[in-house]
């Protein structure tokens, strides 16, 4: 009997660790996200189309602040005309996670850069939540990434990493302008990048 009992005790643990274990969800890994290179997109040949197809993201959260600063006028009850300025403050959040696209490409460079062909590609990449039409391309409200020494590309700041440049002026920085590293959806990336590797073949005449 004590056998039994033993074996009936070791049977139920076992039936009440399986019925728990098949009760935790699976745990699904985390898309992978890798620091965008300029080196990648030579080596695989990417255009400004591929890279509209990539989904982008910040290394870290940032936080701008930007300053409109307006002339108003106003009439006493002496009928004077006094002047002010009326200030508006536009302070911008950009979480870690909130996705971005590309709106454009550029080359930038001096005169030098330009003869020896050495001109820097700059990324253009906008986080509002809006979707992006493409018909309205001169939207302003994007922050350009440019490669650093390494190659990989950052937020390009202004003013000794003081400032950026977003909606047209320059936006103040209060936290995440230094070296925010543009990070890339591996996933995305590898779709552009197979795309871009399939060979089309010749045809004999």
């Given at each position: 009997m004590k056998i039994s009992k033993n074996v009936t005790f070791v049977n139920l643990f076992a039936f009440i660790l399986i019925f728990?274990?098949?009760?935790?969800?699976?745990t699904?890994?985390?898309p992978r996200r890798d620091v965008l290179s300029f080196n990648s997109i030579q080596l695989y040949g990417?255009?400004?189309?591929d890279l509209k197809n990539v989904q982008f993201f910040l290394d870290k959260e940032l936080?701008?602040?930007g300053e409109t600063t307006s002339l108003?006028?106003?009439v006493t009850k002496f009928h004077e005309l006094k002047f002010y300025e009326h200030h508006m403050y536009d302070q911008v959040t950009f979480p870690q996670d909130v996705p971005g696209i590309l709106v454009r490409t550029h080359l930038d460079g001096n005169l030098l850069q330009r003869f020896l062909n050495r001109e820097v590609l700059k990324l253009d990449i906008t986080f509002d939540r809006e979707?992006?039409?493409?018909?309205?391309?001169?939207?302003?409200r994007f922050l350009t990434f440019t490669p650093n020494a390494s190659g990989g590309y950052e937020l390009e700041t202004l003013n000794s990493g003081r400032s950026v440049h977003y909606n047209n002026k320059q936006y103040q920085c209060l936290s995440g302008c230094s070296?925010?590293?543009?990070?890339?959806?591996a996933e995305s990336?590898?779709?552009e990048i197979l795309k871009n590797r399939i060979a089309p073949g010749n045809i004999l005449p």
């Amino acid at each position: 009997m004590k056998i039994s009992k033993n074996v009936t005790f070791v049977n139920l643990f076992a039936f009440i660790l399986i019925f728990i274990t098949s009760c935790v969800p699976p745990t699904t890994l985390a898309p992978r996200r890798d620091v965008l290179s300029f080196n990648s997109i030579q080596l695989y040949g990417l255009t400004e189309n591929d890279l509209k197809n990539v989904q982008f993201f910040l290394d870290k959260e940032l936080v701008i602040i930007g300053e409109t600063t307006s002339l108003q006028r106003d009439v006493t009850k002496f009928h004077e005309l006094k002047f002010y300025e009326h200030h508006m403050y536009d302070q911008v959040t950009f979480p870690q996670d909130v996705p971005g696209i590309l709106v454009r490409t550029h080359l930038d460079g001096n005169l030098l850069q330009r003869f020896l062909n050495r001109e820097v590609l700059k990324l253009d990449i906008t986080f509002d939540r809006e979707k992006y039409d493409e018909s309205k391309p001169d939207t302003t409200r994007f922050l350009t990434f440019t490669p650093n020494a390494s190659g990989g590309y950052e937020l390009e700041t202004l003013n000794s990493g003081r400032s950026v440049h977003y909606n047209n002026k320059q936006y103040q920085c209060l936290s995440g302008c230094s070296a925010n590293a543009l990070m890339v959806d591996a996933e995305s990336l590898k779709r552009e990048i197979l795309k871009n590797r399939i060979a089309p073949g010749n045809i004999l005449p």
